[in-house]
């Protein structure tokens, strides 16, 4: 049975603007009222200023008002999934706390963490 968070993440991945490094990546979240957000990635000839599909996710949600976070799908085409980047688990903490994160491929395979077992000891508001 499909997860339409999965299929989401697999559309926006398509969208991604990835010409300097050729890798695409989709990302969706699902918020606590079951809408789908979704971020590819964007790149920048600046090579630096790249934004990750996970961050364009967020911050889209977040900028249309939405706080509170269920779920995240993150879809490469990796055989070993892809897992978000440190500053992407940083941003996922903050937002999304210890959420629940399903990473995908273009052929089925899944795996799913908690984002906790990847962002162990997070610096967060807690700590200010
Ligand atoms: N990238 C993401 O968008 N998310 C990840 O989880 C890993 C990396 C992007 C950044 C860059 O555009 C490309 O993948 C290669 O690092």
Known sequence: MSDPLIEAALAARLNAFAPFSKF????????????????CNVENATYGLTL????????KAVSEGVRKFRRVAVAADTDNLTPPCGACRQILWEFC???ELVLANLHGKTET?????LFPKPFDVSYL
């Open 52 to 59: 990750c599909a996970e961050r364009v996710a967020v911050f």
């Open 113 to 117: 963490w908690q984002l906790k077992d």
């Open 24 to 39: 695409l990546v989709g990302a969706a979240i699902e918020d606590s009222d079951g809408r789908i957000h979704t971020g």
């Open 97 to 99: 706390g210890d959420v």
